[in-house]
């Protein structure tokens, strides 16, 4: 049987073979990994479905593959016969012939994508099966049918089947536009008006292929930036206290292996102030009709990798301490940066930090992780002159930005949220932060 | 002489010529059909199925009458007036002749009559009874059919050795027949002149009658000649013929061994060969293949541009029905359609007594190729409405292909098979599964059921036999 590459997780349409863990006839177990693949944000390993032996490898290192094609081959009839490695070998290209279990696996469905796998083979030499008026449809169209996939007993093709290839070789035709080069048939182009721009009349150029992770993250904000009708709300939070508390709890953290960080601080404030605001924790239903509140708080990180922005979550900061959020989210961060974090793990998140303070950056305006509503860009703490009952003093003020989709929030709403984070942030007491 | 001018001009109108002629004018195209029988309908109409059948009905209620004594009803003896027998075949063919010079008519499709010629390849010369036309066309289509082969060893110049063709004008009713050929022609013409009460005698060179008909289909067929002809000589050849005063001498070799026989008449039935000769295709860029017919290709083009050819004229199975199919594929074609008769089932149908009618795959073909099958039978002894006919006499087969079992081939022995077979073809043509045969509802008692009894048998669920499970 053919192994094709399952559906890894929602949205998921393909990814990057990292690394081949197996070689052309050698025996593999069910749930032995196989393959390991670079899908959006993560590497992962795919596990074979059954046991057998490995009859044919049809990817190489290196490439693109999409939902539903085939990664390799496994005999699983070999797998009885495989005490003898030699018999097994023999076996091996046997796996083309239609014995009862491959004659079963032909009659699954193709799935998208998947258009050079399927050939008609049959021992009579017959051509395949499909009524006349569809051989005819096939010949004006110079349709091969022994490429299109019969639906029906005994692989009969039908006028659905040859519509169904028809417009696989059309959605094909399309994703090999260059300019619209991406995994996501259905999202519009990466690039919208610099088609095809010949660079090189200026000045040595370089190119750089787009990883699928660039890729993932150009789509998304194409898609963020042309969908959501966003505002920018700032704000400065006062946290001289805040630093003067962290700077005397930091020790005590480090010893429980956990880096008191403001991002982790902020996990625990945005928890309680997202309950209070659940606009800001909600989405807008794909039919647009309704607005889906989350009962749940988790929140992403917007992690700096080697290999660019990855957002992994931190689930349920309203249930955790200050304690936990920053062991999990100091794992968590680690994870990302290792490019060791499942796609699962990327995904459910109802609101987003993005913290540049790391980095020295000021106030900036980031964009909305969608179908999430708000998100809110952190800078670096300073220390600047303000003035406090007619005096002006020195305080760390901590510059924040908060960006909304105005769909769901309104600029009061965002507002009453924004000050609640500040409030959070210069209130946050000396209770939570010390250690039980 | 200022020459005719037409889009299409057709040689022949035969079943493929006046299709192809009819089709291209109905597809608006305008065409001059050339044709130098006064009867159009070519030899099907006029030397081939139509007067044959019609003999062979008129002839079949001899043995139904004969049968049907046993039965409790007694007819007494028949009597023949080979006249009206004559007269009333002659009928259908002036008919069916007429009705087709009237479709014709009302498709404004103008007929020539007259021996055609190609001067190049755009120009046809025509010898009509008003002298010499040219036609100029823009596309031909030759459809000029086939004759009886008739050996220059037989050929004595006497009335007594016949073809086909003169066979079917039933002469008369020879007291000894002898057919040279136990082909399908031979098998049929056999049969009339049996029922006329004949004693006839098949000689076949190869080891079996209806050679490349699959064997448990010709066995019913032999079995019943058996008992109908005074024999059937296989393995069987004619060395020499002369004649014998109002007999014609026939030295045969069986066993190696030459022997002497006497017959009244003989019907050489040994082929049937293309009538391509005169007809000026050296004027044009058609060429003939080995054998002697015109090559195509799956369009029906010649090797000519200009030219077309269907038919017997290209040699193949030699059928009325393949040569209307190849005419529309032509016209077609001509209209720049992607048609081909590429995988086009073509039933065949002999009318011997029972009938035998096969399409697609057959299991001689399938073994040949080496092509794997299984066959699924249904025996009508099984069958309840031919008991009722007291036909019992047949079989149903179905190829089929193990892995997907869809239905490759039909084959059926046994009366009215002719009339069955086109269950068959659809099956195969739509691609049906055995599944879908056994499924599909089929009326009782009805010998179609046989068909739908054979899938069922595939699956070891036939209700009506007991069927070998595995």
Redesign the interface.
């Known amino acids: 049987m053919d192994v094709k590459l399952p559906q890894l997780a929602e949205g998921v349409e393909g990814g990057t073979v990292v690394g081949i863990l197996v070689g052309e006839g050698q025996e593999i177990k069910k749930d032995q990994p196989f393959m390991e693949l670079e899908t959006q944000k993560a590497v992962g390993s795919i596990p074979a479905p059954v046991s057998g032996v490995v009859t044919k490898i049809y990817v190489k290192q290196g490439a693109e593959v999409m939902v539903g094609q085939p990664l390799i081959a496994i005999d699983t009839g070999a797998a009885k016969a495989a005490l003898s490695p030699l018999k097994s070998a023999e076996r091996a290209p046997a796996s083309v012939r239609?014995d009862a279990s491959s004659?079963a696996a032909q009659m699954e469905p193709v799935p998208s994508g998947a258009l050079n796998e399927f050939r008609y083979e049959?021992?009579?030499?017959?051509?395949?099966?499909?009524?006349?008026s569809i051989?005819?449809i096939a010949?004006?169209l110079?349709i091969d049918l022994n490429r299109v996939k019969?639906s029906e007993?005994?692989?009969?093709?039908t006028l659905a089947d040859l519509r169904a290839y028809i417009q696989r070789l059309q959605q094909l035709a399309l994703e090999r536009i260059p300019a619209a080069r991406t995994l996501a048939p259905s999202t519009p182009p990466v690039t919208a008006s610099t088609d095809q721009v010949d660079f090189a009349k200026w000045g040595p150029i370089r190119r750089e292929k787009m990883s699928p992770l660039r890729r993932t993250v150009s789509r998304r904000m194409i898609e963020s930036w042309t969908t959501v009708p966003k505002i920018n709300q700032f704000g400065d939070a006062d946290i001289t206290a805040l630093m003067a508390l962290r700077k005397k709890y930091a020790a005590t953290y480090q010893k429980k292996g956990a880096h008191l960080t403001l991002t982790a601080i902020l996990l625990s404030v945005l928890g309680r102030a997202l309950k209070k605001h659940p606009r800001a924790n909600a989405s807008i239903d794909g039919s647009g009709l309704e607005i889906v509140f989350k009962d749940y708080y988790h929140i992403g990180v917007a992690v700096d990798t080697e290999g660019g922005l990855i957002v992994p979550i931190v689930r349920d900061v309203d249930k955790k301490n200050l304690l936990q959020l920053s062991q999990e989210l100091q794992a968590t961060v680690e994870k990302t940066r290792q490019r060791k974090i499942s796609v699962e793990e990327l995904q459910g998140g109802t609101f987003t930090i993005s913290n540049q303070g790391s980095i020295g950056s000021g106030h900036f305006t980031p964009i909305i992780y969608a179908p999430q509503v708000a998100i809110l860009g952190v800078g670096q703490g300073q220390a600047k002159p303000v003035a406090i009952d007619s005096k002006i003093a020195v305080r760390m003020m901590l510059p924040l930005c908060l960006a909304y989709d105005h769909r769901v929030l309104d600029g009061a709403d965002a507002v009453r949220f924004l000050k609640d984070i500040i409030a959070g942030l210069e209130g946050f007491g000396e209770a939570e932060i010390k250690l039980k | 002489m200022e020459p005719i001018t037409t889009e299409i001009a057709v040689l022949g109108a035969g079943p493929g010529g006046y299709t192809a002629a009819f089709y291209a004018a109905d597809k608006g195209k305008k065409v001059i059909l050339v044709e130098q029988n006064p009867r159009l309908g070519g030899v099907c109409l006029n030397v081939g199925c139509i007067p044959s059948k019609a003999l062979l009905h008129a002839t079949d209620i001899f043995r139904e009458a004969k049968d049907s004594a046993r039965r409790g009803i007694d007819f007494g003896s028949p009597k023949v007036d080979l006249e009206k027998l004559r007269a009333w075949k002659e009928s259908i063919l002036d008919k069916l002749g007429q009705g087709i010079r009237s479709l014709a008519e009302h498709r404004k499709v103008q007929i020539i009559y007259g021996r055609g010629h190609f001067e190049d390849s755009q120009t046809l010369r025509v010898e009509t009874n008003d002298g010499q036309k040219f036609i100029r066309y823009e596309k031909a289509i030759i459809a000029v059919g086939s004759k009886p082969t008739m050996p220059h060893a037989f050929d004595l110049g006497n009335k007594r050795v016949m073809t086909s063709t003169e066979a079917l004008e039933l002469p008369d009713i020879p007291e000894n027949l002898l057919v040279v050929g136990g082909g399908y022609i031979g098998m049929e013409i056999g049969t009339v002149y049996a029922a006329l009460g004949s004693n006839v005698v098949v000689l076949e060179a190869l080891p079996s009658i209806l050679t490349g008909v699959d064997a448990d289909l010709v066995r019913p067929v032999a079995r019943a000649a058996q008992k109908a002809f005074q024999a059937i000589r296989l393995n069987t050849k004619v060395l020499k013929m002369a004649t014998a005063g109002k007999q014609i001498k026939v030295t045969i070799e069986i066993d190696k061994q030459p022997r002497e026989e006497h017959y009244d008449r003989v019907l050489v039935s040994v082929g049937r060969s293309p009538n391509l000769t005169d007809l000026g295709l050296e004027n044009t860029k058609a060429v003939k293949d080995d054998k002697g017919f015109i090559q195509c290709n799956d369009q029906q083009q010649t090797d000519d541009p200009h030219i077309y050819a269907i038919g017997d004229a290209n040699g193949g199975a030699l059928l009325a029905h393949r040569a209307s199919k190849e005419a529309k594929i032509a016209v077609e074609a001509m209209l720049g359609?992607?048609?081909?008769f590429e995988?086009v089932i073509i039933p065949a149908v002999v009318y011997t007594h029972p009938e035998v009618a096969w399409c697609g795959?057959t299991e001689t073909e399938?073994k040949q190729?080496g092509?794997?099958?299984k066959v699924a039978r249904f025996p009508w002894g099984a069958s309840g409405r031919a008991l009722t006919l007291d036909r019992p006499d047949g079989l149903t087969k179905l190829i089929i292909?193990p892995?997907?079992?869809?239905i490759?081939g039909v084959g059926i022995a046994g009366a009215g098979a002719g009339e069955l077979i086109s269950e068959g073809v659809l099956a195969v043509?739509?691609?049906?599964?055995a599944?879908?045969l056994a499924d599909s509802v089929h009326p009782h008692p009805t010998l179609s059921e046989t068909l739908m009894e054979a899938a069922e048998s595939f699956f070891g669920t036939a209700t009506h036999t007991v069927s070998r499970r595995e």
Do not use: F, H, W, Y
């Open positions: 239609t004659s049959s021992k009579s030499g017959i051509p395949p099966p499909a009524a006349p051989r005819k010949r004006d110079d019969g007993a005994g692989g009969r093709i | 359609e992607s048609s081909t995988n795959l399938a190729k092509i794997e099958i292909e892995e997907t079992e869809r490759l043509e739509m691609g049906a599964t599944r879908d």
